[in-house]
């Protein structure tokens, strides 16, 4: 079996079209048809359900996909081996973080990874947990930082950092920094109209969960993705936010509001780093698990 016939066959079946495959391997698509279509012919199976809105793999061509991903990954992790002993810690890293997480690991994160490791890639993507999750299990991502993952069959869950939630209000005017206001008890947090986040996310699951062990539920004012747009919200009145320290800290405009501290219980939700058990990590991926350890507790929980 020819190494790049099956890596024209897996990115086709990710991609679902020869079209974006060939732009995105560079190549002639006549020519990527038929490496593909020479596949088919020596495994004596049809890979591919070609019609006029792309290609989806088969029954046999999604066991080959699978296959596929892990053979391409044992390649890509040979060659990362032999080009340490030549350089030093080489390959690409494709990492997921959460929006709230990405505004403050980011910049830290590439500066350390650039620092140490000059002839690797990282690509960093956001997304919201259960997404990330499926992206390990298809291999469109080898790292995540999830908040209270799920435990799914081949994904492997490591501890964080744990991080307080706090409950985000408007900064009346003329009002102080200081003294911090009282903390407020989850019950009365429960009567406040909210701006909170879709489901499935995990911010939203969790509140949901610990208002409910104690026999209340949130006030739902608004449903809306995304921090930035939460945070402008509150600050036009719209309602109260529950968000990480981190996230209003790092807006465009952390004085515009005032931050509260949740008891009765406390708020606190677990970051998790989360990777494929299905795939063995490569050398250049443990140096980033550590490096990501390393940056999230020192910007994470300062």
Avoid at 146 to 160: K, R, S, W
Avoid at 241 to 248: C, D, F, H, P, T
Wanted: glycine share 6%.
């Amino acid at each position: 079996m020819d190494l790049k016939q099956l890596e024209y066959f897996v990115r086709v079946a990710e991609l679902g079209s020869f079209t974006r495959a060939a732009q995105a391997l560079n190549i002639a698509q006549p020519a990527l048809s038929r490496q593909v279509r020479l596949l088919e012919v020596e495994l004596r199976q049809n890979l591919l359900v070609r019609n006029g809105r792309g290609a989806t793999p088969t029954q046999a061509g999604q066991l080959l996909l699978e296959h596929g991903r892990g053979i391409l990954h044992q390649v890509e992790r040979a060659r990362e081996e032999l080009g340490r002993v030549r350089t030093g810690l080489t390959g690409r890293v494709a990492l997921g973080l959460p929006p709230s997480v990405a505004r403050v690991l980011t910049v830290p994160l590439t500066r350390a990874f650039r620092l140490k490791m000059p002839e690797a890639q990282l690509s960093i993507s956001e997304g919201l947990s259960t997404a990330m999750q499926e992206n390990l299990q298809n291999g469109r991502l080898d790292i995540a930082v999830l908040y209270n993952p799920n435990q799914v069959a081949g994904i492997e869950h490591t501890p964080l950092v744990q991080e307080e939630l706090l409950l985000v209000q408007p900064r009346p005017p003329g009002l102080q920094e200081d003294p911090p206001p009282p903390p407020i008890g989850l019950q009365e947090v429960a009567t406040l109209p909210l701006v909170i986040p879709t489901r499935p996310n995990a911010i939203r699951m969790h509140v949901e969960s610990e208002m409910a062990a104690m026999g209340c539920r949130p006030q739902i004012a608004l449903e809306i993705d995304g921090v930035s747009a939460i945070l402008d919200l509150v600050a036009d009145g719209a309602g109260y936010a529950i968000l990480s320290r981190n996230a209003v800290m790092r807006s465009v405009r952390p004085s515009a509001f005032v931050v509260r501290q949740v008891s009765e219980p406390a708020l606190t939700i677990q970051l998790t780093t989360a990777v494929s058990s299905l795939r063995p990590t490569t050398l250049t991926q443990q140096a980033t698990l550590a490096l990501i350890n390393e940056v999230a507790h020192e910007w994470l929980t300062s």
